[in-house]
């Protein structure tokens, strides 16, 4: 645009490339580079383009995008509800079913309904839940069973807790009651073989009767 006696408008400097040629006042052209800078990021330039085809997910009907829908926010209007696609799922795990309003029903790219073959089997069978306050069933192993002696402390005869060996003969005890008769005793004397001055801190545990 060249120099004319006339002042250009803004709206007509944002259009010009070349405003160092126009006639107009140094505050209008700094407006105009300001708003020509920051049009390449107006949100127009990104948002996408609707095609033809576009149905509303909320009413069903063709036109605005969900977010401009009318009826969002009518608490009256019952929304249409959205069949899934079966994208991504082999047809040999789907199963079809005729009726498009059946439980996890998804729309297959053939036009046809389907439901995956594990959710049709899951459904069959219904969810089963114990009414509470069920007494427990028995378990399946008795309580009479005998327990093994190498799991047995040969001093309190119950299973070991903490199973500690005593380092003279090698024997497996209770950690905490191998470790009190020891203590108890003035000559620090093993129960088993009867030697004298061991330790408590001479325990090791045994790690492999602790599992």
Do not use: W
Not at 30 to 56: F, G, H, R, W
């Amino acid at each position: 645009i060249g120099e004319s006696s006339a002042s250009v408008s803004l709206a007509q400097l944002i259009q010009t490339a070349d405003l160092t040629q126009v006639n107009a006042s140094e505050e209008d052209k700094i407006k105009a580079v300001m708003i020509q800078s920051c049009l390449q990021y107006d949100p127009i330039n990104y948002m996408k383009k609707l095609p033809e085809s576009y149905t509303c997910f909320h009413c069903g009907q063709p036109g605005p995008h969900i977010r401009n829908c009318p009826t969002v926010g009518d608490r009256n209007f019952e929304p249409v509800p959205r069949i899934k696609e079966s994208t991504g799922i082999p047809r040999s795990f789907l199963t079809e079913v005729e009726d498009p309003s059946t439980k996890g029903a998804m729309v297959t790219q053939t036009g046809t309904c389907a439901i995956p073959v594990i959710n049709a089997e899951a459904y069959g069978k219904g969810k089963k839940e114990k009414p509470p306050f069920l007494p427990e069933e028995p378990s399946s192993c008795s309580s009479d069973d005998p327990v093994p002696e190498e799991l047995l402390c040969p001093i309190c005869k119950e299973i070991m807790t903490d199973a500690a060996v005593i380092p003279c003969c090698g024997n497996s005890y209770c950690d905490e009651c191998i470790r009190t008769a020891l203590l108890e005793s003035e000559a620090r004397t093993c129960l088993t073989c009867h030697q004298t001055d061991v330790s408590p801190d001479a325990l090791v545990a045994n790690r492999f009767l602790r599992q």
